[in-house]
């Protein structure tokens, strides 16, 4: 059972996706999340950012998180490659 007076907690989620947009012969698409939380005397901030290049049925993508509690997850990087079939 939780008393809903103890639970003082904060939070923020923002994202941004643009559409896809013309590179050349390929589609490229932006996105980031910025998440924020405070509880108590903690608050943490992550920004997890990313591109997307995208052609016919081959996609690639590249992701970075931040993470302002490195005790919990350090800084992440991400190389995805996917072939549709």
């Known amino acids: 059972k939780f008393d809903d007076s103890d639970l003082s907690a904060y939070?923020?989620?923002?994202?941004a996706?643009?559409?896809?947009?013309k590179f050349g012969q390929w589609?490229?698409?932006?996105q980031n999340i910025v998440t924020y939380a405070a509880y108590e005397?903690?608050?943490?901030?992550?920004?997890?950012s990313g591109i997307r290049f995208l052609r016919d049925d081959f996609e690639i993508t590249i992701e970075?998180?931040?993470?302002?509690?490195k005790?919990?997850?350090s800084d992440t990087a991400s190389f995805k490659v996917k072939?549709?079939?």
């Open 27 to 30: 589609e490229l698409g932006l």
């Open 41 to 48: 005397d903690n608050d943490i901030l992550a920004n997890f």
């Open 83 to 85: 072939v549709m079939l």
């Open 64 to 69: 970075y998180l931040t993470h302002s509690k």
């Open 71 to 73: 005790e919990y997850v």
């Open 17 to 21: 996706k643009s559409d896809m947009m």
């Open 11 to 15: 939070y923020l989620i923002w994202l």
